[in-house]
């Protein structure tokens, strides 16, 4: 494409179990027939399109799960965007994700220590490729 893919839309609120994970996540709700990329862990930069939003955090890097979330039997399937080292409220924003590289597949992990070693990792690749 010459440029990452982009999905926007509205953050809305999630199962609320991120925070508890330790990685509270902004669930993008994109509008009817966007291009969602393949169910799986993304490196990706974040931005704010609401008036106002984008010079209150510009662009941010953020590890992205893209599925139903298998370890919890979720059955909806989401766009959650961990935005690395901003802790800032974000619900009813309209923001934008760009997807610059795939990290691995979305899995189902046996226990939630797994997952969160998982989302570690991912977040240190995010870092990486996004230096
Ligand atoms: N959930 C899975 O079941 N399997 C995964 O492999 C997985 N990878 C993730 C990777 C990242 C970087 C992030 C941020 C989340 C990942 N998740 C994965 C999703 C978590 O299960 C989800 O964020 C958590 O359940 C919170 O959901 P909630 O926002 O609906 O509360």
Not at 31 to 58: K, N, T
């Amino acid at each position: 494409l010459g440029r990452p893919h982009r999905v926007e839309g509205v953050v809305v609120h999630g199962d609320g179990r991120g925070r508890e994970l330790g990685f509270p996540t902004a669930n993008v709700a994109p509008p009817m027939y966007s291009a969602i990329p393949a169910d799986g862990v993304y490196a990706a930069w974040f931005s704010i399109l609401s008036p106002g939003g984008r010079s209150a955090l510009g662009r941010v890097p953020a590890a992205v799960s893209v599925g139903t979330n298998p370890t919890f039997s979720g059955r909806e399937r989401t766009v959650e965007a961990y935005v690395l080292d901003k802790n800032v409220d974000l619900y009813g924003q309209y923001v934008a994700v760009d997807f610059v590289r795939r990290l691995r597949d979305m899995r189902a992990f046996k226990s939630r220590e797994e997952l969160v070693e998982a989302i570690a990792q991912d977040v240190a690749e995010t870092r990486e490729v996004l230096r």
